[in-house]
């Protein structure tokens, strides 16, 4: 199962005023393992970038004069996400703006929806946690993701820190399995002892856990604590 995680930046908020792409950046999962795969590019909007939006995501239209444009990347960026799942927060923003850069190329698909499945992790947040707030910053407080080194949103950054999110707001309960070895022939019953103890007044002794008991252990400390701040 392929999916990609896509988050991109703009010019302003609205594709059908003009606004367009100045960055894109993809993670790719794969079995819901996140790989070493990414698409990830600044772009030349050629045209100016909005107060506002340069006050969220800090680029700068002096930064992105020596960017390639989107119809030199849009090749590329196809095939990366063609056949994907793509999971996006808030989607149809997303989209929107890539559909509008797309029409504006001769003999590319005008929706991203016939390559590919898309996934809306703010639907997902907001049907598992209704009344809540569940911008990513909110998700990845509550799903303890650090993101303390988001000072602006970026593209890159933001799916990075949206695939942590999304595979911990999917993941769901999982068992732990708790193996029990068979008992040696010499090794000690540790009933018996507390029972000889108790009768004959002796100290009961010290038995500390093995390497691998404390690792269980902490594994369902790890799953209790997940639980309670889901």
């Known amino acids: ?20 792409v100045i960055e894109i950046g993809c993670i790719e ?3 819901r393992k996140i790989t070493t795969r990414h698409f990830h590019h600044y772009i030349n909007p050629e045209r100016e970038i909005d107060a506002g939006a340069l006050a969220v995501h800090g680029i700068s239209t002096d930064f992105l004069k020596d960017k390639p444009r989107f119809a030199e990347l849009a090749e590329e960026f196809l095939a990366f996400i063609t056949g994907a799942e793509l999971i996006i927060h808030n989607a149809s923003f997303d989209i929107s703006f890539l559909e509008a850069e797309l029409q504006r190329l001769p003999d590319t698909p005008a929706n991203i929806s016939t390559l590919c499945t898309i996934t809306d992790t703010l639907a997902l947040a907001r049907k598992r946690h209704p009344g809540q707030k569940n911008s990513l910053d909110a998700l990845c407080k509550r799903y303890s993701v650090d993101n303390s080194n988001r000072s602006y949103h970026g593209a890159l950054l933001d799916a990075q820190l949206l695939a942590e999110v999304y595979l911990r707001l999917t993941g769901g309960q999982r068992k732990i399995s708790f193996e029990v070895e068979e008992a040696k022939p010499n090794s000690i ?17 010290v038995i500390a856990a093995n390497d691998d008991e404390v690792k269980l252990h902490q594994q369902f400390v790890d799953l209790l604590i997940k639980n309670k701040d889901e």
Request: charged share 20%.
């Open 189 to 205: 019953n540790q009933s018996t002892l507390v029972n000889t103890a108790i009768n004959k007044n002796y100290e009961l002794p």
């Open 1 to 20: 199962m392929r999916q990609v995680i896509l988050d991109t930046e703009t010019t302003g908020l609205d594709p059908q005023q003009g606004h367009r």
């Open 29 to 31: 999962l794969v079995n």
